[in-house]
């Protein structure tokens, strides 16, 4: 499609959505009604530009109301963060001959991704959130000089997609199996680090605990499809249940490491930390993803009667037990019913609680549980970077039914 098709498109389509998302939205995303409906990036112009809030080139979440009742996100919806620059499309133009080296294995060797795919492949649905989804909900908590930088992402910059992929302890067990000691897979990922500046500030290179090694898979497909640049392709190293940045695109190096990673993004980026303090390696590091749930419609005015309140729930790393729904802010709730398949323990479920609203405001929050007993808090205390947001009253929607 011609650059001039494309912005004639979104010029008159993305105009008249704008007003519908800032009716539809409420109380629920001011940041959405508010937000001038940006061009997307050349990298990701493929997307749907009506689909995406674009914070910047580097940071594009998904609209709430996109979330609907389908379990997958289509790939031109899925929110895209990007800490360094995104590479070329041309690091794609032959995928099965994309090389990743191998380490820290008896026999280190370098594969090429043709060469993945002839070892084995597994499918695995996955929850792929930024670690910072839900900052804007500690950010509106900041007082004082309290300051907190990063992207103000409210529940959008989450997805439920696909991968397709060989898993991580077959290559391993392939290239002789792991040394004793070993405690970590780090994942190197593939962008260039511009002349002059030091890797370790640059790199994405992130590592997570050796007991990933049973589910870790290195994906080349997503939904069904070869995985876009934008998302990882050729190749991406998936921790399931863990956070958006784990998740290491483009992966050229993956190795079995004794110690962490000590590029900044591992040891000074990701880290649990208090408002006052310096991130710092010994603090907890983002990793795996705690349970969460957030209504997805209604998000805006009702005729009174009956009406379907839809929402999705994921465990993180473990399976769902419940999710409560409740339309007076938390003061009572209701057992809300799972819909649609069940896709795992690492995929989020669709849930709705019909209800009968007569005319009045109500607040609709939804709370969610995991089978280790773990439940959604209803809020979460303020940490410096903003990570892990996971309270019930952040997402809440505000609507009024006439
Ligand atoms: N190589 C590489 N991998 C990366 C990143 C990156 O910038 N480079 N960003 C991470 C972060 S912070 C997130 S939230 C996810 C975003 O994945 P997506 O862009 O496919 O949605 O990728 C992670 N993996
Ligand atoms: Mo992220």
């Not at 979330?67 to 800490?83: A, K, M, Q, Y």
């Not at 392939?174 to 260039?192: D, H, N, S």
């Not at 040891?267 to 983002?286: C, G, L, M």
């Not at 947001?389 to 609507?399: D, L």
Request: hydrophobic fraction near 40%.
């Amino acid at each position: 499609m011609s650059e001039d098709l494309r912005i004639g498109r979104r010029g008159f389509l993305g105009g008249g959505l704008t007003a519908v998302a800032a009716a539809s939205v409420g109380g629920a995303s001011e940041a959405l009604a508010q937000q001038p409906a940006k061009p997307l990036p050349a990298y990701v112009g493929w997307k749907d530009p009506n689909a995406m809030i674009v914070h910047s080139d580097q940071t594009l979440e998904m609209k709430r109301e996109l979330f609907g009742s389908s379990l997958i996100t289509p790939e031109d919806r899925l929110f895209v963060r990007n800490n360094v620059k995104a590479p070329p499309d041309s690091i794609a133009a032959d995928r099965d001959g994309w090389r990743v080296e191998f380490e820290g294995v008896k026999q280190p060797k370098t594969l090429t991704v043709g060469e993945l795919k002839r070892m084995g492949v597994v499918t695995v649905a996955t929850v792929l959130q930024c670690s910072g989804n839900g900052r804007k909900y500690f950010m509106d908590k900041l007082t004082g000089d309290q300051k907190m930088s990063g992207t103000p992402w409210t529940v959008g910059a989450s997805g439920c997609v696909i991968w397709s992929g060989v898993p991580l302890k077959t290559v391993i067990d392939a290239l002789g199996g792991q040394f004793a000691g070993v405690k970590y897979i780090t994942g190197t990922g593939g962008e260039e680090i511009p002349a002059g500046l030091n890797a370790k500030d640059i790199v994405v290179e992130r590592s997570v605990p050796l007991s990933n090694l049973d589910n870790v898979i290195l994906a080349w497909e997503m939904n069904g499809k070869p995985l876009p640049v934008a998302h990882g392709g050729p190749l991406r190293m998936i921790v399931p249940g863990y956070s958006g940045v784990n998740n290491v695109k483009y992966v050229k190096t993956v190795a079995l490491t004794a110690a962490q990673t000590e590029a900044r993004i591992q040891s000074a980026n990701y880290r649990y930390h208090s408002i006052t303090e310096k991130p710092s390696p010994d603090q907890p590091a983002v990793w795996e993803q705690p349970v969460k749930s957030w209504i997805t419609s209604p998000l805006a005015g009702q005729k009174a009667g009956q009406v379907q309140i839809t929402g999705l729930a994921l465990g993180g790393m473990n399976a769902l037990a419940g999710v409560d729904v409740s339309i007076d802010g938390g003061k009572t709730w209701k057992k809300a019913k799972f819909v649609g398949p069940d896709l795992g323990r690492f995929a989020w479920r669709l849930f709705v609680l019909p209800a009968m609203l007569q005319p009045g405001e109500y607040t609709l929050v939804s709370r969610a549980r995991d089978a280790k007993g773990h439940v959604q808090p209803e809020d979460v205390a303020l940490n410096g970077s903003g990570y892990g947001y996971n309270g019930w009253r952040g997402p809440a929607v505000k609507i009024t039914v006439a």
